[in-house]
């Protein structure tokens, strides 16, 4: 071969290596959705803030309550590093909705998938947001989040995507009921002996504002102590532009009280629920329980030349809490000018049949329609009932009231502790042929367990949640239940009992909204269908802080083989101690 022709080969093969070189660079500049790293940290402590003119203390997350919004795009990594400065308190944080596929020891539920986090330690959240939403964070630490540790997590899609709705702006609003005891002297009435209740929260607030009437109290408050004049307690305004769109992300996380919430003078059409798509429909009220979050959209068509109120009520309690008030504020009128208009009234506290009908109207929007199995391959009935346990008044799930265990699920079923917790497999069902879901009944045979329900990995299981009466004449509440880690099918809603061989018959399999949180409402029953795809341990609860504390919830175990290497970090309580080398 002459030394022209070994050149000209070169030549070749270098225009060859050079165009694939341009082909490589052309790919690369192909305009493609890239998931980013969304850093946060946050600190926890106490301080003392009058979000309803009432001075208390309250713990802040960076220095206000409610905590700074994550936002993120749909399969962006957040990383949340979290330290508690709190100088006599263990905690934990729980990213409410995000599924912690891959990442269930990041879930945040203490004494499910974590230790807690101790006084003066950082610790470290990362985890991946898989789907657009509107979700939730709060502390999963005794009855923590009441006391301020909660905030908004929102997921967008990514660039060049867009939602099936048209809006010019995006606003979050949270709403919370606020008690003026403690979080310390609340748990402990609750465990005592009598018994105290609770009560009802002092105010309802919109966004961590509210307005608790001080003269009103009884007996009377001096000023520092509560002081209708302080500015931190001024009315949540939201400032709208007129003639545009706005979605309202409206979430929940209220500590007892089930809520209405509306805008005097507009309509809300529902577009989201729990980070779904819902088939587009209008209220006036939006219903809304602890744990929920909805969008909704809502045209700023109104007169310009004033400021309107938005609402919040209480529903399905008589309760004595008044209503929590926020601006909306048309520009530019000033956003403290309170509309010329009383607020208006919200519905009747104990009218069942609007937020039943709510609660049926919710479907899965069409076009995104995630069908559910046709046939589920389990079935659990769980009986929502009040009890007595060893003098002790409890809420329990077919008699049996959870206790969480000091050493977390998670680590005892991966690293085989099964000795601290008990074997026994916990009721699926209870007596439906004998038991009176009407009547106050004694329940003397409550007890209580930390036994969970193993499910078999990739199985589908329907759950049936069963509302009767209380240990009160005449007096069933309305309970949210919440599933950590799943999205789950809503199949339907019936009043009075359960019949497993007719009702299951009227399930929606057509178009069936996903959620992960859901109401069970007064002497009623709620059915749900979920896969059991994620490997974990997962509590599923009722998202009142005073019923999960006294014993309304469950776990499920699926696929703990499956789960990988736990990280040293959630370790350390429990027999989990052992586990950390020196």
Known sequence: MSGYQLSESKSVA?????????????????????????????????????????????????????????????????????????????????????R????????????????????????????????????????HYG???????????????????????????DRSIILTDWYHKSTYEQATGLSSIPFQWVGEPQSLLIQGKGRFDCSAANPPLKADVCNNTSPECSLYSTTVVPGKTYRLRISSLT??????????????????????????????????????????LVKTDQDPSRNYWATTNVVSRNATT??????????????RRYPPTIPPSGPMWNDIEPRFNQSVAIKARKG??????????????????????????????NNVSFNIPHTPYLIALKENLLHTFSQTPPPEGYDFKNYDIFARQNNTNATTSDAIYR?????????????????????????????HG???????????????????????????????????????????????????????????ESHFFMGMGVVFEEGIERVGKLPSSIMGCGETKHLLKP
């Open 14 to 98: 270098m225009m060859k290596f050079l165009a694939l070189c341009f082909f490589v660079i052309s790919l690369i500049n192909i305009p493609i959705a890239e998931a980013r790293i969304r850093h946060y940290k946050f600190e926890l402590k106490y301080e003392y803030k009058s979000p309803d003119c009432y001075k208390k203390l309250v713990i802040t997350i960076n220095g206000r309550t409610p905590g700074p919004t994550i936002f993120a795009q749909q399969n962006d990594t957040v990383i949340v590093e979290v330290k508690n400065s709190l100088l006599t308190e263990n905690t934990a944080i729980h990213w409410h909705g995000i």
């Open 100 to 139: 912690q596929i891959g990442t269930p020891w990041f879930d945040g539920t203490e004494g499910v998938t974590q230790c807690p986090i101790l006084p003066g330690d950082t610790f470290v959240y990362k985890f991946v947001v898989d789907r657009p939403g509107t979700y939730l964070y709060h502390a």
């Open 143 to 169: 009855m923590q989040r009441e006391a301020g540790i909660y905030g908004s997590i929102r997921v967008a899609l990514p660039d060049g995507e867009s939602e099936p709705f048209a809006y010019d702006y």
């Open 255 to 296: 500590a007892l009280s089930a809520l209405s919430f509306q805008i005097e003078g507009h309509s809300l059409t529902v577009v989201e629920a729990d980070g779904h798509y819902v088939e587009p429909f209008v209220v006036k009220n939006l219903f809304i329980y602890s744990g929920e979050t909805y969008s909704v």
């Open 322 to 335: 008044p209503p929590g008030l926020a601006i909306f504020n048309y520009y530019p009128n000033h956003p």
């Open 368 to 397: 995104h329609i995630y069908s559910p199995p046709a046939t589920s391959d389990r079935v659990i009935v769980f009986l929502n009932t009040q009890n007595r346990v060893n003098g002790n008044v409890r809420w329990s799930v």
């Open 455 to 483: 499910l078999q990995l990739n199985s589908t299981v329907d759950i049936i949640l069963q509302n009767a009466n209380t240990m009160n004449p005449n007096n069933s509440e309305t309970h949210p239940w919440h599933l």
């Open 486 to 544: 799943h999205d789950f099918w809503v199949l339907g809603y019936g009043k009075g009992k359960f019949d497993p061989i007719n009702d299951p018959k009227n399930y929606n399999l057509v178009d069936p909204i996903m959620k992960n949180t859901v109401p069970v409402h007064p002497l009623s029953w709620t059915a749900l269908r979920f896969k059991a795809d994620n490997p974990g341990a997962w509590a599923f609860h009722c998202h009142i």
